[in-house]
């Protein structure tokens, strides 16, 4: 029982920000690692940002310095803070959790169903 649940993304204007939400749900009693990978239309998913329980973060490039990934241990939440959005953002943007454990017992890996970003240039 494992439910990964996004919310914050819409259409935005280029140089304007938005705050996507993912909250972990279920029987769980740990998350190694949780974060953001996007996928555009025709490429392939792609790491957006990731922190680890302990608060070590990973970006992608093309976002470092725009982007910033924090963390609720406590309510198994993670959010993605995008700031001077450019069009080559847009993308479907998934939750992810990696390395879970609880009463179920472990999941390597899970994946939320994904939130649409559009920035209009």
């Known amino acids: 029982q494992v439910q990964l649940v996004e919310s914050g993304g819409g259409l935005v204007q280029t140089g304007g920000s938005l705050r996507l939400s993912c909250a972990a749900s279920?029987?769980?009693?740990?998350?190694?690692?949780m974060g953001w990978y996007r996928q555009a239309p025709g490429k392939q998913r792609e790491l957006v940002a990731t922190e680890t329980s302990g608060g070590s973060t990973n970006y992608g490039d093309s976002v470092k310095g725009r982007f910033t990934i924090s963390r609720d241990n406590a309510k198994n939440t993670v959010y993605l803070q995008m700031n001077s959005l450019k069009p080559e953002d847009t993308a479907v943007y998934y939750c992810?959790?990696?390395?879970?454990?609880?009463?179920?017992?472990?999941?390597?890996?899970?994946w939320g169903q994904g939130t649409q970003v559009t920035v209009s240039s």
């Open positions: 279920g029987s769980i009693s740990r998350i190694n690692a």
């Open positions: 992810n959790a990696d390395g879970v454990w609880g009463s179920f017992g472990y999941l390597r890996n899970y």
